[in-house]
């Protein structure tokens, strides 16, 4: 390689002895390019070889051998390059040339090698030259070199390439030439480069000066723009959205937004305050209030102004929020976003306007006059006030010049702002590119102003409060914000506006940058505050009242608003001392709770799945706490909601389709509104997740077996590996041990897994073999399933075999069988004794059938298969926990269902859809009463609500009435019909127990042959938490939603 | 140069684990790396030909750039593949896979390919990661996975080429919207521009594969 390499470029020239990282060999490179100052069709790769073989010794040079660079300067040899450069030489060179500086420029490390190259002021010049920008290599290679030259700019290097003097600063200006490039990398790389260029400016003042004086105005008002028309032409999107086709549009449009507001905030978190008062006005008076707030309030209103939508103007603001957090900037927005009168936004700009004599277009939505380019241009001629000369690596010797050079500069440019000051009224007739920089001054003097002054803020605001209190406290809730908020929160068809609302309410009160008093003046505390003792109670009503339409079958409320509302909630009533939330809004939101347990009782058992869907729901919602930034990252809740999965948004920012997400949602609704309630109760949660990490058994545990069983077997992995154990089964899990040297009878762990996720499987041709596999849940989308173990058991006959089979496959049923009954537990369904489900009754052989099993294709034949159908139907009758399954059937079977009351069977029945249990009919009947109350209570206040505890008693008590009679009526007839296909003889015990029918036989004779583990002989724990009394838990809900029912009312005045 | 498509690629990862030799092992293979001469480069392209389609390469190193969010969110957002590199003689290169990966999946399109790459597997002696934990990772997070050398150039090529045979995979399953350049995508221009070409970086790359591959 080495060879091939010299023989590349000394081809022909017989010179290929010589060590290529050489000062010798860069002389002869020298030679070449003496030899070859034109460039032709023949030379041009043997030019090309010749720079980059430069490049690479000068690398070399850098770190080994600082006389090439000597040599390089003293030769001039730079000349060369841009000499090349200047020949039209067409891209082939171009490119090569611009990579191999971007290669020489990144790899040098020494600062000295840098000072080499860049003196002499050939990077300027190679800079400036006007590349062919059409051709996209060119252009993407071009940016980045000047990328990597901003990168090495620091306080010394800085100097090659600003000067003060002539007001050149080509790497700057010649980048955001392009801050609108079609291209994306190309626009990523000059925010990059003026990033960069931003944080050395900070140690730099003649540099700052420059940057503000002669490019802020130019560069930021075009920005500004640029940001607005992409914001105008998103909400054109939007509103010619028809059937969610411009989403990807949208998406792009709304991440452009985003990526524009990231770079806005890094700007201004640079803290250049010099540069930020002058962005601060921009983005205040020429975008965000002219735009973004003006729609906020005049959506109805005609006249010329541009306008954006309210959702988007929502949508945007909660963005600009959530990211930007400069105090100036977002004190002023919420001012006038919370207490200024946005409908009279432009009168009163006029007066701000005649007060500030600065220029008229302020606070409004106006293109550029001039480009970017052009403006750069005339500011640059006019700052020529010296004689051109440009820097030069010898500069860094005269620093010490250099420093005084700017601070004259400065006091200069302060001067001649003092003059204008007086004058600047009258400045109409001046040239245009004065005025500008007059302008500035006059605006970021302004600005400064306003950000630093906190007396005049106090005044603002005791100006705002005694406006206030002319129009009485009252006053307070007509600001149109205010309404606005409340309006949207009070849509009863969708949650629309709502979501948008909520997101802002977030995002301004966890705004770091926001003064605390602004929030306070709407009664939103922003969050961990210490002291508070009330809260925006209009506010509260309204999101609770959210919380009970989440928490109705038809619920329009997606799960996004559903978890926002409660962490607003939570934000305002939640404080270090406990929680402040009055006795009367507390108990509608135990209302709301309670109307999402009887949510999900529709569907406990209606779906196969149940176990593992609510176990996987608990694990995605505690996993992936609601991220409100991410939220509004998203473009498709731009979008009015829809229901449909097949637009791939995902399932909490859209309405459920079809009973399995229907189900999702009731148990996440049930979720959040249980955490909610605790947390607000002070309450710790203590049934929740239903497997908790530290109760199960893990590897290197020891354990006491004495008196357990134990079936020793051979366990070959997947990757051949072989070993010894012992297979013990516990209540959730299984475990291989292996005898413990210090004490006999105890057992060391070396896998445990849990039951309900595993598989089990015999081996065609081995009837003493057992495939096994366990699998974990998958934690993140993007994950499948991953086995945590997957293996060969092999036992030492084939009873011990059938024997770990059936115990297995027990085990697998108990297991989920404990999950369903803490289930029902938590959703007040009584349940049966807890001696019975350890016991491997009868009953519970049967109910094998018509378990949930995650990996086979049973759980979905069985809906559709009659024999498996009335197999469940029995299993549920002996088994009084599973009340709602019983009234699914009842349904499904009319000669039952008359057995029953008719408030439970009152709705018709055959459909099959789950919605039509009893508790439904009772909790949609309840739901105008509860939800209505806080909206329009002075006018119509009790009305409704006398009806409601009733209904709900008299519900309950025909569930737990009924209930043991039908028992009795029934099990007979259908016991014989379950134990049916048990009757299949076990001809292939090496197949799965678990699909087969074949298992129920085998468990009745499992019963016999191998008693249940002990569970206190493996550890005593590992299970059963206590479960509550039905009782307790059922009756004391109710009392609350009683209570709740009354005091509304009086709450609203 | 005409091309078919052009993929954008960005190479992430911690700093040191030679993201910008690889790139510049890829797109100029005449910087030879064996000099005891560590040279990188942040920007790179180079043609490669995939089902007989001439496919245009562009890769940008985010490197240095990490103190600003919105640059390295918009990267994210433009590009078609992303190599996540980390070194296999540092642990704590590897252990910031997952921040990195997480990143990447927020602001990136759902459709990118990420291409998991553990560096420096000439440096066997001092190997810290093994193979299988790579592997492993790869496996959980559904990445294609390989372990390269920038310095032998082992798998450098197959890292690259493999990265793009999925993302034209993608394409031809219609997962990625073409006519959308904001998915670092590109179609190529219609007509040819006629200029010749000299023996670029690209051709005599394709010389050099057959030489490279089987090494590690």
Known sequence: MFGRSRSWVGGGHGKSSRNIHSLDHLKYLYHVLTKNTTVTEQNRNLLVETIRSITEILIWGDQNDSSVFDFFLEKNMFVFFLNILRQKSGRYVCVQLLQTLNILFENISHETSLYYLLSNNYVNSIIVHKFDFSDEEIMAYYISFLKTLSLKLNNHTVHFFYNEHTNDFALYTEAIKFFNHPESMVRIAVRTITLNVYKVSLDNQAMLHYIRDKTAVPYFSNLVWFIGSHVIELDDCVQTDEEHRNRGKLSDLVAEHLDHLHYLNDILIINCEFLNDVLTDHLLNRLFLPLYVYSLENQDKGGERPKISLPVSLYLLSQVFLIIHHAPLVNSLAEVILNGDLSEMYAKTEQDVQRSSAKPSIRCFIKPTETLERSLEMNKHKGKRHVQKRPNYKNVGEEEDEEKGPAEDAQEDAEKAKGTEGGSKGIKTSGESEEIEMVIMERSKLSELAASASVQEQNTTDEEKSAAATCSESARWSRPFLDMVYHALDSPDDDYHALFVLCLLYAMSHNKGMDPEKLERIQLPVPNVAEKNTYNHPLAERLIRIMNNAAQPDGKIRLATLELSCLLLKQQVLTSAGCIMKDVHLACLEGAREESVHLVRHFYKGEDIFLDMFEDEYRSMTMKPMNVEYLMMDASILLPPTGTPLTGIDFVKRLPCGDVEKTRRAIRVFFMLRSLSLQLRGEPETQLPLTREEDLIKTDDVLDLNNSDLIACTVITKDGGMVQRFLAVDIYQMSLVEPDVSRLGWGVVKFAGLLQDMQVTGVEDDSRALNITIHKPASSPHSKPFPILQATFIFSDHIRCIIAKQRLAKGRIQARRMKMQRIAALLDLPIQPTTEVLGFGLGSSSSTQHLPFRFYDQGRRGSSDPTVQRSVFASVDKVPGFAVAQCINQHSSPSLSSQSPPSASGSPSGSGSTSHCDSGGTSSSSTPSTAQSPADAPTTPELPQPHLPDQLVIASETEADSRPSKNVARSTAVETASLSPSLVPAQQPTISLLCEDTADTLSVESLTLIPPVDPHSLRSLTGIPPLPTPAATCTDPLGEEAACAEPVGPAED | ?216
């Open chain 2, 1 to 216: 140069m005409t091309y078919a498509y052009l993929f954008k690629y960005i190479i992430i990862g911690d700093t040191g684990v030679g993201k910008s030799c690889l790139l510049l092992q890829f797109t100029d293979k005449r910087f030879q790396p064996v000099h005891d001469l560590t040279i990188g480069v942040e920007f790179g392209a180079r043609m490669v030909n995939i089902d007989g389609k001439q496919i245009k390469l562009q890769i940008w190193d985010t490197a240095g750039q990490e103190s600003f969010r919105s640059i390295t969110r918009s990267y994210y957002r433009g590009a078609a593949g992303a190599l996540l590199v980390y070194d296999i003689t540092r642990r704590e290169t590897f252990n910031h896979l997952t921040s990195w990966l997480e990143d990447a999946r927020q602001h990136s399109s759902s459709n990118m390919v990420i291409m998991l790459i553990g560096n420096k597997s000439d440096l066997e002696s001092r190997r810290d990661v093994k193979r299988e934990e790579g592997e492993a990772f790869a496996r959980e997070h559904g990445l294609i996975f390989m372990e390269t050398s920038a310095k032998t150039a082992c798998n450098v090529e197959e890292a690259f080429i493999n990265t793009a045979k999925e993302i034209y995979r993608k394409i031809q399953q219609g997962l990625f919207d073409v006519h959308n350049e904001a998915n670092g995508i590109k179609i190529g221009p219609q007509q040819s521009i006629s200029t010749s070409v000299g023996p670029s970086a690209s051709q005599r790359n394709s010389r050099d594969i057959g030489s490279n591959s089987g090494c590690c």
